[in-house]
């Protein structure tokens, strides 16, 4: 891959879990960001255990040559939240802007099914078409507002959530604005579709406005045992669904070939949350990078 349009960065999930801060807790800040640019990244998302204040996050990050490329935000439009919705994007859009990010990965979090313990491939929640309106509308207001700032909104597709499936993305695409734009994750196209041929179709179809990927690999067999005993999300996290590009089934080599081609700019970002007592983080990281360096060439 072209080493001038994409930059990789890492996500803190993998040492510390925003949803299950048990896993994790005894990693500390200095160590992620340390760890992080040790094993060769130089970019970061944004965890519960980074400082909120620019003045004091960005020469911690600066010293470590690591740089914020996005931070989660959950939205509520759905559910008819869109006033506290937009208040609160607009905080966070102003914090990634003074740390430099170009975009806000956000994701549709009315009737989320992914932080509670009901089995996240029986009962996935939907959207009426209301909610679709309302929704849409919403991240149209969104890309406005990111737009002031000179940055671009961003879908992160997910399980456990309304927009999750190919349909569902499809849907979001067609009745959202051209700058509303997906935040493209391999793993969680290949949990939710189950094959890497539908992941992949994803990842052609919306080239023009993907401007965020998470590269995320997954263990069929802990996806077998997720299915048979309808587990959580979160449950299946912990038994170790996703893994590091390179350790669980995903083909990464088309991914990259297809955003080689496309000219994609931006940021790849790898993001596995494992339970880092089973999971080393450094380690996984050190192996997620040699693996993009050995596939990507990057």
């Known amino acids: 891959m072209n080493k001038d349009n994409v930059k990789l960065a890492i996500a803190p999930i993998g040492w510390t879990n925003d949803d299950m801060p048990e896993l994790g807790a005894e990693n500390t800040f200095q160590q ?48 008819g939240d869109k006033a506290k919705t937009i208040d609160e994007f607009i905080n966070h859009r102003d914090f990634l802007h003074a740390m430099g990010a170009k975009v806000i990965g956000c994701s549709e979090q009315s ?45 992160h597709h997910h399980m456990g959530t309304a927009i999750q ?3 569902e993305i499809d849907r979001f695409m067609a ?34 406005r993907i401007n965020h990927v998470h590269l995320k690999d997954v263990r069929d067999e802990v996806v077998a045992e997720v299915r048979s005993q309808k587990l959580s999300f979160l449950d299946g996290v912990k038994k170790g669904t996703f893994t590091v590009p390179g350790d669980g089934v995903i083909d990464f080599t088309p991914v990259f070939k297809i955003l080689d081609e496309s000219g994609y700019k931006g940021w790849m970002v790898v993001e596995a949350e494992q339970d880092p007592a089973l999971a080393n983080p450094f380690e996984y990281a050190v192996k997620a990078r040699k693996y993009i360096r050995e596939t990507a060439g990057l």
């Open 32 to 79: 992620i960001v340390s760890e992080m640019a040790l094993a060769g990244f130089t970019g970061s998302e944004v965890g519960s255990k980074y400082p909120r204040d620019p003045a004091v996050l960005k020469p911690m990050l600066d010293i470590r040559g690591v740089q914020i490329c996005n931070a989660w935000f959950s939205t509520f439009f759905a559910n």
């Open 165 to 167: 499936t190919t349909e």
């Open 111 to 155: 009737k989320s099914i992914q932080g509670t313990s009901l089995s996240v491939l029986d009962e996935k929640p939907y959207f009426t078409d209301e909610e679709w309106q309302l929704t849409a509308e919403g991240y149209n207001e969104l890309a406005k507002l990111a737009a002031e700032k000179g940055m671009q909104v961003c879908l």
């Open 175 to 208: 009745i959202t604005n051209d700058d509303v734009f997906l935040l493209f994750d391999t793993g969680h196209a290949y949990y939710s579709e189950g094959s890497q041929a539908k992941m992949l179709a994803i990842l052609e179809k919306y080239l023009p």
